[in-house]
């Protein structure tokens, strides 16, 4: 038997001989756009099925509820971040660089748009009364913060930034300051302007004087 393709392209999983890890992979991707869209909220599990071509309870046979796979697709996201900061670590890219790309304003309002990373972390990080996306969430902010803190502390001991930086608080502003972005767009009365300062002044202290040697 073939494989056949919905309408976006995707294999369809209700015609292919997927693995069961397959199988879970294809719903993850699936549920982790629908999730980024709409939010969790509004996101119908059948939507996530329609989208690879499965019935709704081959979703629930794989995960359960709503909320276990809300909270398996931030546990996947986390991971590919972790993963991809671990290589970034590996491949001693310039950390300085990364900074400013993560730091610029056009970046930051991108990742807090439907349908981006960001949104499916903010989404998840506002959700109470589920103790299984509360935990998955919290986790996936803790890794991240701890993977961002090595990227921190490779470029000290490279020279790019200030040998006197407390990584680990380094990484939590960051993060903070990226979750944040949206309530600054909201309320700043020119947040264009305050995002560009505020770029420039995060990156003056982690980079300190040689930024401007």
């Given at each position: 038997?073939?494989?056949?393709?919905?309408?976006s392209?995707?294999a369809?999983?209700?015609?292919?001989?997927?693995?069961?890890?397959?199988?879970?992979?294809?719903?993850l991707?699936?549920?982790?756009?629908?999730?980024?869209?709409?939010?969790?909220?509004?996101?119908?599990?059948?939507?996530?099925?329609?989208r690879?071509?499965?019935s709704?309870?081959?979703?629930?046979?794989?995960?359960?509820t709503?909320?276990?796979?809300f909270?398996?697709?931030?546990?996947?996201?986390?991971?590919?971040?972790c993963?991809?900061?671990?290589?970034?670590?590996?491949?001693?890219?310039s950390?300085?660089?990364?900074?400013?790309?993560?730091?610029?304003?056009?970046?930051?309002?991108?990742?807090?748009?439907?349908?981006?990373?960001?949104?499916?972390?903010?989404?998840?990080?506002?959700?109470?009364?589920?103790?299984?996306?509360?935990?998955?969430?919290?986790?996936?902010?803790?890794?991240?913060?701890v993977?961002?803190?090595a990227?921190?502390?490779?470029?000290r001991?490279?020279?790019?930034?200030?040998?006197?930086?407390d990584?680990?608080?380094?990484?939590?502003?960051?993060?903070?300051?990226?979750a944040?972005?949206?309530f600054?767009r909201?309320?700043?009365?020119?947040?264009?302007d305050?995002?560009?300062?505020?770029?420039?002044t995060?990156?003056?202290?982690?980079?300190?004087?040689?930024r401007?040697?």
């Amino acid at each position: 038997m073939t494989e056949q393709q919905g309408p976006s392209g995707r294999a369809m999983a209700g015609r292919s001989r997927m693995t069961g890890p397959q199988r879970r992979e294809s719903i993850l991707v699936a549920a982790t756009e629908v999730f980024a869209e709409v939010g969790y909220q509004r996101a119908r599990t059948a939507a996530v099925a329609r989208r690879i071509g499965v019935s709704e309870p081959v979703i629930f046979q794989n995960f359960g509820t709503k909320a276990e796979l809300f909270a398996a697709a931030v546990r996947r996201r986390a991971d590919q971040i972790c993963a991809w900061l671990a290589d970034f670590v590996a491949r001693q890219e310039s950390v300085s660089a990364l900074l400013a790309t993560v730091l610029d304003p056009v970046h930051l309002q991108r990742v807090h748009t439907p349908g981006s990373i960001g949104a499916l972390f903010a989404d998840a990080s506002a959700i109470t009364g589920e103790p299984v996306i509360e935990a998955a969430s919290q986790d996936a902010t803790r890794r991240i913060a701890v993977a961002l803190a090595a990227v921190l502390e490779h470029g000290r001991c490279a020279g790019e930034l200030r040998a006197d930086l407390d990584v680990e608080a380094g990484a939590w502003w960051l993060l903070s300051l990226t979750a944040s972005q949206k309530f600054r767009r909201a309320t700043a009365p020119d947040s264009v302007d305050v995002e560009s300062r505020l770029a420039e002044t995060v990156l003056d202290f982690l980079v300190g004087q040689r930024r401007h040697d």
